[in-house]
Each structure stands twice: as structure tokens, then as C-alpha cells.
Nanobody, 125 residues
Framework: VQLQASGGGLVQAGGSLRLSCAASGRTFSSYAVGWFRQAPGKEREFVAAINWSGTTTYYSDSVKGRFTISRRNAENTVDLQMNSLKSEDTAVYYC???????????????????WGQGTLVTVSS
């Protein structure tokens, strides 16, 4: 499966952005999807994840209550709605996918087999 992340940009602190991860190549509804981010000089970290049907979600403590992950399987898309953005949310955001039968480690980078190219989110304070 090929993944394309989009929706990044420059936003003021307190604002909102909606990222999308579009998939092509295979039946997207068979894949769990995660969002990760990497700030300059830091390791890539987990942000949020969603199972194949959208009934189970996970969030990092740093974004819980502010970000919402959802999916539109008919459109082969997973979205990340980001509200109340903070300067520390500035990073390149990546979406990743893994076949639902192999989804055992939602929080780990190694738990995903396919990665998109990333989209930059910059939050100005």
C-alpha cells in the first residue's frame, strides 16, 4: 500500500489543522493506521492510531483530548484533526499502515510496514 500524507502548514498556537493520509494500491480497510511525528533533533514519536474499522483508537498523552484520528474507508483516507495546537506540536507528521492481522504494537514505529513521506506542521507561538 502507498501512503500520501497532506494537510500540513503554518498555524498559530491555539489553532487547528486537519491532516489526511490517503492510501492506494490495496484494500485500505484491511489496514490499521498510525500517525507519528518527528521534531528537529528528536526521535520519531507516536501520536495516534486507529484500527481497520475505526472502532479502536490510541493516543499519546501529549495529544489526548486535542487530536482526533478517524477514517473514511470508502475514500481510502485516515484523518488527524488537530485542535488547540501548541508550539511543541511542530514536527513532520508521518502516517503509517500495517495489515490488521499484524497490528500488535500500535505505539511502536516498528509496528508498521508502510510509511508515507511526511507533511510539515509548524505552530507559531
Amino acid at each position: 500500500v502507498q501512503l500520501q500524507a497532506s494537510g500540513g502548514g503554518l498555524v498559530q498556537a491555539g489553532g487547528s489543522l486537519r491532516l489526511s493520509c490517503a492510501a492506494s494500491g490495496r484494500t485500505f480497510s484491511s489496514y490499521a493506521v498510525g500517525w507519528f511525528r518527528q521534531a528537529p533533533g528528536k526521535e520519531r514519536e507516536f501520536v495516534a492510531a486507529i484500527n481497520w474499522s475505526g472502532t479502536t483508537t490510541y493516543y499519546s498523552d501529549s495529544v489526548k483530548g486535542r487530536f482526533t484520528i478517524s477514517r473514511r474507508n470508502a475514500e481510502n483516507t485516515v484523518d488527524l484533526q488537530m485542535n488547540s495546537l501548541k508550539s511543541e506540536d511542530t514536527a513532520v507528521y508521518y502516517c503509517a499502515a500495517v495489515l490488521f492481522t499484524d497490528w500488535r504494537y500500535p505505539y511502536r514505529r516498528g509496528g508498521y510496514d508502510y510509511w508515507g513521506q511526511g507533511t510539515l506542521v509548524t505552530v507559531s507561538s
